[in-house]
């Protein structure tokens, strides 16, 4: 597979930087940013290599008592993406050498570069890696900058919930809707010994076990 020619000896590499995404193992985004960091390192290819990022957002996880609890969450999973230097091709392209492509997409648990399919000498197909448009970085690592921490809650319809704060404290019921975008949900209690629809905050309740 040849991508751009590697430079002679003593030649310094000249590019620019371009972001490309890594699929990866599923739970095996950290371990691959590790190796690849320490590989690029230990094979003085960080000229080449630049950047390693799995983005992550805030979230707030509120917990079985009611409690919240302040915490990451990876945006993507199973994917990690990688900054590369990439050199303009004859044909206006930008791509990267192939040094760079083995270490890459030798590290342990990387599947594969996110790219196009293309065919090869003999039917055989092979990706390959294109680099992200400025556009498209700018999504992917704003949302990072600017997301408010989203909620997440340990509770689904058929949930037992007892009230912890509100008017409705000490009041039993059974969720019957989650909204984590409005960190809320919607429950049945029994009020006058009738089952009464009531919405409610994820902080004034809590599951009971």
Known sequence: MTYSANPVEGEEFVGRPCWYVLQVASGCEQKVKSTLEQRSRTL??????????????????????????????KIYPGYVYVQMLAV???EGQWDIDDEAWQLVRNT????????????????????KPMPLSETEVERVFQVVIVEEPKVKVDMAPGDLILVI???????????????????KLKALLSIFGRETPVELEFTQIQKES
Do not use: C, W, Y
């Not at 648990?109 to 000498?121: D, T, W």
């Not at 704060?165 to 960190?183: H, I, L, M, N, T």
């Open 165 to 183: 704060a509100g008017p409705f404290k000490d009041f039993r019921g059974e969720v019957v809707e989650v909204s984590p975008e409005r960190s």
């Open 108 to 127: 342990p648990h990387v599947i594969n570069f996110v790219g196009s399919q293309q065919l090869r000498a003999g039917g055989r197909s092979h990706v």
């Open 88 to 90: 303009a091709t004859e």
């Open 44 to 73: 003085d290819m960080t000229e080449r290599i630049l950047q390693v990022a799995i983005p992550h957002a805030p979230v707030v996880r509120i917990r079985k008592d009611g409690s919240r609890q302040n915490a990451e969450e």
